[in-house]
């Protein structure tokens, strides 16, 4: 797995450099074993964000991407999209992410979905494990789910393990509520990628029938692998 998420992270064409940031030598010495470049980190991180701003403290990085481990079928567009969504954005706004629309109505209340409301510049107004918008009366409303990966401007990611952390990101055990009740903005960039993350033996089995589909797929006549892979993954159009 974590060797699929370097190969698919280092096809974004927004990259300079892939690292794997962790505190386990048994994951350190597989990353070394595929290559990759490896940074140790302390153990007493509380989030991702904060292993990452460790990482990013010795580096020179203007924007730095934190890519969770778990997606082996992370889409290079998508990195793409998402880094390009906050150049594009003034600079002000010091973190973006993405959002997917929600096709299949049980997601809408599946707590491990997480749900963002944005607003009209594209920026994020709340993320929640609840159904939001709330629908009231029948009316008309698009859901979108928040899709785990984050870009940051490196000034403000040093800072962020020094933010407070809030009664929201408390209760809703979601750390990237830390930048919104301290004030800070996040751009969210809409994306056709569809996150597939593995947390449990079930999400291994579903990654790897994906995985068997794709290598079917690209035994048609006049087909490349990557093309079909993407093709397989996400029906839709990639960001």
């Keep these: 797995m974590l060797e699929r998420v370097v190969e698919r992270a280092s096809q974004a064409r927004c990259l300079s450099q892939v690292l794997v940031a962790t505190d386990d030598e048994r994951i350190a010495s597989e990353a070394r074993r595929i290559g990759a470049a490896v ?14 701003a460790e990482v990013a403290s010795a580096d020179s990085a203007e924007l730095v991407v934190n890519i969770q481990g778990d997606e082996p079928l992370i889409d290079p567009a998508a990195i793409d999209a998402a ?12 973190m973006g992410t993405l959002k997917k629309r929600i096709v299949d109505p049980s997601e809408i209340g599946n707590p491990s ?13 709340y993320f929640s494990r609840a159904p939001i918008p709330y629908v009231r009366d029948g009316a008309a409303a698009e859901h979108w789910k ?16 020094r933010l407070p952390i809030g009664p929201l990101e408390r ?26 993350h593995v947390d449990t033996p079930e999400d ?22 990557n093309q079909t892979t993407n093709d397989a993954q996400w029906p839709s159009t990639s960001s």
């Design 39 to 52: 940074r140790m980190t302390r153990a007493d991180h509380p989030s991702g964000t904060d292993r990452v």
């Design 83 to 94: 880094v390009l969504g906050l150049l594009g954005a003034p600079e002000s706004i010091p």
């Design 113 to 125: 979905v997480v749900k963002v409301v944005t607003g009209r510049e594209g920026n994020a107004i």
């Design 146 to 161: 928040h899709i785990g990966l984050y870009v940051y401007r490196r000034e403000f990611l040093l800072s962020y393990s």
């Design 171 to 196: 209760a809703e055990c979601l750390e990237q509520l830390r930048a919104l009740e301290n004030g800070y903005q996040i751009r969210v960039v809409e994306t056709e990628y569809e996150s597939v």
């Design 204 to 225: 291994l089995e579903k990654v790897n029938r994906l995985l068997g589909a794709c290598a079917l797929a690209a035994r048609a006549p006049g087909e490349s692998l």
